[in-house]
Structure formats: structure tokens, C-alpha cells
């Protein structure tokens, strides 16, 4: 299937690994040229090394910094020509007990997963309605449908997004002139964010991370978790023109995982 994206740009956060890669490389495997940023410069050049030889028919571009703050967003947005695409990623808080979260805590995790991309679209959603294409996806988690007890600055934060995006999604101004914006929610994939998030619970159950992986593993329909490509699959189909009707939506990919009818 030819998606129509080809030749448009796309500003994808948090790009050097796992599933915000995943998203740039299918979005570049589409024609889309793409501007990647993550803070680990050495990582991300790497990455953006490597979209190039594989599609070396778009333009890639790496900018290092904090997307999280004024400068790093500044900075990824004055890099890209026109932002036809964007992909809101960023690193989720680390888990814990709310007992232990200050005020300081639950402001970065605000910062980052909910004003952040807010901020981005803020910054791009009327220029694309104005050119009659947008597409926005936010990266949230599985946790907003079922939420989990040990990540609560993260169910907070993308919940409070997810929130927001409703309301945005329905703009008549936006939808009416092509531009959607989505949430992709996922549930296990095999990414470094996991195995961090793992290792934390093997250190405390005093058993491995691969046992504990494993042990989550078969509670999945799927019986296996996720890969980031595709997730990356998912996210530039979401990005087509065949999704045009698409907006405002909440879509889980987890394997089967969620036990809910809705």
C-alpha cells in the first residue's frame, strides 16, 4: 500500500532507539524525510547514520538536545523545513511509590509527557491546517487504558494529555483541514525502557530480569511482546493519507494484553 506521505517531513522525538526509531525508520521506508532528536548525541547520530543507508532517498537530520525544554524543542523545530509529521516521544518517569514523589517529581513527569507535547503541537498544528496535511501521533502507554500502580507519575501525566488531546482532536479548524491527532498506546515491546523498568522488579523479587520478562510474557494473548517495528508500522499508517477520518483516537497495541470490551 502506498501510504502518500512520500516527500513530506516529520519531526520524530526521542528517535535514537526503540520505538520512536521504530517510527522514523517506517517513516522514512514511506519517503518522508525526517528530523530525529534524542539528548545522547552519539546514539542518535548512529541512528540517523543508519536510516540514511537504509533509505537513501530522504533527508535525515539529527539534532541532539533535551526535547523537554524550550531550547531542545527550539532547536528540533528550526531544523525541520515544515513539520508535516510529528511524532510526540519522550522518556516515561521511573517507577515507584507516590509516598516517595515530591512536588518536584510530579512537575518533571508533567513537563515531559504532557506539556511537552503539547507544546510541540502548539507550535505546528495551525501551519499544517493552514497547508491542508497534519499529522500528529503521540507516543503515551498502555497504562492510560490500565493503568499500573508502580508508574503512577506516568499514568498521570499521559492521562492528562490524553485529556487534552480530545478536546484538540475535535477542533473543527483542525480536523476539517486534514489534520489528525492520535494517541498509540503501547503495551510490551522489547525496548530498553522495559528492561530498565524490569530490572528495578528483578532487584526487588530477587529474580532475573529474563525470568521476570518471561513471567509477564505469558500473560500476553500474543505470548510474546512487541517489536519497534511494528510499532513503527502502526505510527506511519496512522501518518497516511488513508487515515485522514482517523482523529481523536486512543489505539492500543499490546498483543491482546488489555482485557477490556472498550
Known sequence: ???????????VCAASKGLGKGCAMALAGEGV?????????ETLNATAAEIRAAFPGVQVVAVAGDITTPEGR????????????????????????FRDWDREAWIKAVDANMLTPIELMKATVDAMAARGFG?????????????????????????GLTGFVAGLARQPKLAAANVTIN?????????????????????K??????????????????????????????????????????????????????????
Not at 500500500?1 to 519531526?11: E, F, N
Not at 499529522?135 to 492521562?159: C, E
Not at 512487541?226 to 477520518?245: I, M, N, P, Q
Open 74 to 97: 527550539a532547536a528540533a523545530l528550526a531544523a525541520c523545513p515544515q513539520v508535516d509529521i510529528l511524532v510526540n516521544n519522550a522518556g516515561g518517569p521511573t517507577p515507584g511509590d
Open 1 to 11: 500500500m502506498d501510504l502518500g506521505i512520500a516527500g513530506r517531513w516529520a519531526l
Open 135 to 159: 499529522r500528529v501521533v503521540n507516543i503515551t502507554s498502555g497504562a492510560v487504558k490500565a493503568p499500573i500502580d508502580t508508574l503512577g507519575l506516568s499514568n498521570g501525566a499521559r492521562s
Open 33 to 41: 524525510n525526517v528530523v530525529v532528536t534524542a539528548r545522547g548525541a
Open 183 to 203: 494517541n498509540l498506546l503501547p503495551g510490551w515491546f522489547d525496548t530498553d525502557r522495559i528492561r530498565t523498568t524490569m530490572q528495578a522488579a528483578a532487584t
Open 205 to 262: 523479587s530477587g529474580q532475573s530480569v529474563e525470568a521476570m520478562i518471561d513471567k509477564r510474557r505469558v500473560a500476553i494473548p500474543a505470548q510474546r511482546m512487541g517489536t519497534a517495528d511494528e510499532f513503527g508500522a502502526l505510527c506511519a499508517f496512522l501518518c497516511s493519507r488513508h487515515a485522514a477520518y482517523l482523529t481523536g483516537q486512543n489505539i492500543l497495541l499490546d498483543g491482546g494484553a488489555y482485557p477490556g470490551t472498550f
